[in-house]
């Protein structure tokens, strides 16, 4: 259906810079919207970014100021440029889109497998 491939975790000190991206893939109609969520061990997943294939955004509170959606629809890609990065930020990012396919007559919620983030000193 489709295939989300998330790139650029990794270990990065407090105060550094990470980009991630999530590149989309399989038999996409279109995509309504793709975001970022997070999760920590022990927690529930969160809502860190998502923006519209019009460009509508929503942040987290919590990021909003630090981090940066963006979007290439062109290749069905998004982006979050996270930037000042804080020990909280800890977690597994996980890529979510919201597509149709083709053989489907609605949108439906898919998720990549997720990458690592970790900000310590």
């Known amino acids: 259906q489709v295939q989300l491939v998330e790139s650029g975790g990794g270990l990065v000190q407090p105060g550094g810079s990470l980009r991630l991206s999530c590149a989309a893939s399989?038999?996409?109609?279109?995509?309504?919207?793709m975001g970022w969520y997070r999760q920590a061990p022990g927690k529930q997943r969160e809502l860190v970014a998502a923006?519209?294939?019009?460009?509508?955004?929503d942040y987290a509170n919590s990021v909003k100021g630090r981090f940066t959606i963006s979007r290439d629809n062109a290749k069905n890609t998004v982006y979050l440029q996270m930037n000042s990065l804080k020990p909280e930020d800890t977690a597994v990012y996980f890529c979510?889109?919201?597509?149709?396919?083709?053989?489907?007559?609605?949108?439906?919620?898919?998720w990549g497998q997720g990458t690592q983030v970790t900000v310590s000193a």
């Open positions: 979510k889109a919201n597509a149709m396919v083709r053989g489907s007559a609605s949108y439906g919620d898919y």
């Open positions: 399989g038999s996409i109609v279109s995509i309504y919207a």
């Open positions: 923006i519209t294939s019009g460009g509508n955004l």
